[in-house]
């Protein structure tokens, strides 16, 4: 199983950026997957969920309305648009096929002027 986050960046408020995860390994369709971030001192928050088929998502009441999960299963990748970013989504943020418990290398996201 192997995870790969891509995307992430340096970004002032305000501003967007797109993560991508590529899946291998596993029938990628077959699973739900999510995205957690960890901030430097604070616990893993889990920001998103899409089902298997993607007709399911649920977020985290701090970035709903402002980011969004989706994924294609034809290219095993699922992503996570982030828009209105504020100083405090800066995060390391993972890739996570819920139910293997595999997780992603990370890619951090940094928002600050």
């Known amino acids: 199983v192997q995870l790969v986050e891509s995307g992430g960046g340096l970004v002032q408020p305000g501003g967007s950026l797109r993560l991508s995860c590529a899946a291998s390994g596993f029938t990628f369709r077959n699973y739900g997957m999510s995205w957690y971030r960890q901030a430097p001192g604070k616990e893993r928050e889990l920001v998103a969920f899409i089902s298997s088929a993607g007709g399911s998502t649920n977020y985290a009441s701090s970035v709903k309305g402002r980011f969004t999960i989706s994924r294609d299963n034809a290219k095993n990748t699922v992503y996570l648009q982030m828009n209105s970013l504020k100083p405090e989504d800066t995060a390391v943020y993972y890739c996570?096929?819920?139910?293997?418990?595999?997780w992603g290398q990370g890619t951090q996201v940094t928002v600050s002027s």
């Open positions: 996570v096929a819920v139910r293997l418990n595999a």
